[in-house]
């Protein structure tokens, strides 16, 4: 049986250092198997109850991968789709496509600038403070659309 799952998380890197969390706002829904969030925490959730505060170690090659060299590529500043000043750290889409990868800038010499497509966490093995708000079995709707409606089930969002 797939489940709905609702969870507040606190997201810590191995330093301790906390990089996302939910505290404060909406709490996480989703779909078990559905790909809304990371394989290495959804497999590590499908047995957590409503009420369960969890700690979950996710490791990088669970999470989103390991760094990949190659995905890391001097460009000259001219052919970037962006205008302005740039930054090292900035982020931006490298194309038009909606599928075109975000790309972080990591290194400004001259006209070459150094981007990096990796997700900006690859590589790192992820902590997560996880607090089961609520878990209910999928609807046969939700199973065939493949995400959840809702905390009751109600709505649908296209």
Not at 131 to 145: F, G, I, P, S, W
Request: hydrophobic share 40%; aromatic share 4%.
């Amino acid at each position: 049986m797939r489940r709905v799952v609702t969870f507040h998380y606190t997201l810590r890197d191995p330093s301790g250092r906390v990089l996302d969390t939910s505290a404060g706002g909406e709490p996480i829904i989703y779909l078990e198997g559905g790909g809304q969030i990371i394989d290495g925490l959804d497999t590590r959730l499908r047995a957590a109850v409503a009420g369960a505060k969890l700690r979950v170690q996710v490791p990088a090659a669970e999470a989103y991968g390991a760094h990949d060299a190659a995905q890391v590529q001097k460009v000259k500043r001219a052919a970037l789709p962006v205008g302005g000043e740039l930054k090292v750290g900035e982020q931006f889409k490298a194309g038009e496509d909606r599928y075109a990868p975000v790309v972080t800038v990591v290194a400004i010499d001259g006209d070459d600038v150094t981007l990096d497509a990796n997700h900006p966490l690859a590589g790192v093995d992820l902590t997560f403070e996880v607090e089961v708000v609520a878990a209910r079995a999928a609807t046969a709707e939700e199973l065939q659309h493949g995400h959840p409606h809702g905390a009751d089930g109600a709505g649908h969002c296209h």
